[in-house]
């Protein structure tokens, strides 16, 4: 690896053919939320296989992912994944699931796990347990501050992947409700939850994508880039499972060349950066959480760009 | 741990005795009237206060079911919810203590009358775990732990932990103390029992919207116990694996418990953090244009008709939810699953059709 990585999420095979990847170094394979998700390479093996050879092919390294909640039916599928991922050469695979990553520990034993956030790692003593089982690195619960990260990196001893751009999972379902819908709208599952569904009450909102639910802002970080690099952070992500092409393409060049100067120890970010992330940006801006606060609400000194994505 | 005075000895032999002859209908009433304020919020004659003491030693039983059947385990948010759980047929009663459990402050037991449940339920032969289950802050943890040591020395018999790292420090310090893996640990398949078992938890709970060939599937390799919760709420979003709340509104939990708890959302143990963010309406925007008017989709869930099939499967406990309950909502629920589940025991599974719930307990919301 580089001085950082920049990684980022595609669901399908059609979505990895469309997407430009030249601002990243590492890409989770897979949609983590639904086994119906349109091709989820997660169910799909030979599109799987494919994805992780053409991620590959441009020098870039392969993560597969796996589901978030996983019921018994779908480990086997789980297997099978887990199977082709280490066939297919991949770099690592990311559970959210405890028993997933104790299937991996048993089987896959030279196998790198990436915790993801759906396991909840809220403590350094969590992490440590994570560790022993194979975990090289974790994404943190969705709701802790950037403090509590570095107690849980120093504690346990294992880098966190930080997300900085993109919607934040904030919960998932059993349940796709969007199938109500089915009979009165004109798209139908597998495509349904691609659509720009948003639930809104007063002035905030969140992402709807059936069996998830995703906060209506964007995460934003671009700003503190200089910081989280500061504070030892070299894995960041941008969350894009249910972004276009063209969202994944410009958000990452703007956040590559931003990650770039931090490392460089100059913190300026180019307006047009600013203007890319306006245009990809339906309700605002958040990153609460990292700070210890609400998690819609924003902290920074952009105000003028909230103001403009709100 | 201190002595009882005989007065008090004697009169839980009497709870003891009355429980063995009166018919359950008539206990409650006589529990009020015979033990009066003893075993109600006032303190113990002959208790001091609490002295720390080293990490226990004391070798917990657990709340292994009975041979042959499961047991039933019920929610208790004051005592005399426990008294009458227990007399409604729980085999055992959860509880939280006060600020250290899943939920935040409803139903939360203080240390005394923890201690008077603990003392009530071996006196009846019966059971009490504890729901420890929030996350504490890492400067917390030898607190709760010394807590835990404490309790274990009373009699405690099971705690209920949500962390695996803190789960795993209890298994290793307080070697006799049972633990269940909280249901806000998420756990819903075979490897996930798998994992909780290598940790050392005695039993994991698991969701009432799981169906028995996924228990059977899961006890045919697991050997840790397996609690499920048969009737509670499915929310839409599944139980700790929801942060909408804190999203909304971050609350600072240490404005109500200093220092304990996390903050955030309840999973971490924020305090009244739970805003029922899924239980309220929702405009539904389609690319823009307003689609709809909903609320998340909820249920109750009861599923007292397929108990039989739950109990072939294997369930070691039948949980039911709700320490918010009254204690008379939660007794004739604890009522109904009792009267399911010794029937299941006699034999009659397949001639027994158990009793529908009031309609007014099964509508959806807590």
Known sequence: MGSFELNTTISNLRSLLESDLSAYDAVYLGNIYCRLFEDNFLERMDDLKEGITRVKDQGLRAYVTSYAAPRNDALPKVQMALETAAAAGADAVEVHNLGVLRMVHEQFPGMAAHVGGFANVYTDAGAEVLKEYGAVRFTPNYEISLDEVESITRGAGMPAEIQVHGKMPLGVSDYCFLLEYEQHWPEKCPVLCQKQLFLKQGDWAMRSVGKGVLSGKDLCMLEHLPALVAAGHRVFRIEAAYETPAYRLQIGQVYRAALESAVAGDGTVDESAWQAIREHTAVGLCNGFYFGRTGSEYVGKRVEAIAACG | ?366
């Open chain 2, 1 to 366: 741990m201190s002595g009882r005075p005989e007065n008090a000895k004697s009169h839980l032999q009497e709870l003891v005795t009355m429980f063995a002859v009166t018919p359950r209908r008539d206990i409650t009433h006589r529990l009020r009237e015979q033990l009066g304020a003893n075993l109600g919020m006032e303190p113990i004659p002959g208790y001091g206060p609490l002295q720390a003491s080293p990490l226990s030693t004391a070798k917990g039983c657990g709340i292994e079911a009975p041979k042959g059947c499961a047991m039933l385990l019920a929610p208790a948010g004051t005592l005399e919810a426990a008294k009458q759980a227990f007399q409604a047929g729980a085999d055992a009663v959860y509880v939280g203590l006060k600020g250290w459990s899943r939920g935040g402050a409803r139903g939360e037991f203080d240390r005394e009358q923890l201690r008077q449940c603990i003392e009530l339920a071996h006196a009846l032969g019966k059971k009490v775990q504890l729901a420890a289950n929030i996350i504490p802050k890492p400067p917390e943890r030898q607190r709760l732990l010394q807590q835990l040591s404490e309790l274990a020395d009373w009699g405690l018999q099971a705690v209920i932990l949500n962390d695996a790292g803190f789960l795993r420090e209890v298994r290793r310090k307080l070697p006799g103390l049972a633990i269940t893996a909280s249901i806000g640990c998420g756990a819903l398949n075979t490897d996930d029992a798998l994992f909780y078992q290598d940790l050392g938890a005695t039993a994991i709970v698991l969701p009432g919207y799981l169906e028995p060939e996924e228990i059977a599937a899961i006890k045919a390799r697991a050997s840790i116990q397996v609690e499920v919760m048969l009737h509670m709420v499915q929310e839409f979003i599944q139980l700790g694996k929801c942060w909408m709340p804190s999203y909304v509104h971050f609350a600072a939990a240490d404005r109500i418990f200093p220092a304990q708890r996390l903050g955030g959302s309840v999973k971490r143990g924020g305090v009244g953090t739970c805003f029922r963010i899924c239980q309220q309406p929702w405009t539904l925007v389609n690319d823009g244009v307003e689609a709809d008017q909903r609320l998340f989709p909820s249920r109750q869930i009861s599923r007292v008709g397929e108990l039989a099939a739950f109990l072939d499967a294997g369930v070691d406990v039948i949980k039911i939810q709700g320490r918010s309950l009254s204690a008379e909502m939660a007794s004739v629920i604890i009522g109904i699953y009792r009267s399911a589940t010794d029937a299941w025991k006699c034999g009659q599974k397949g001639e027994w059709d158990p009793p529908a719930l009031p309609a007014m307990w099964t509508v959806q919301g807590r």
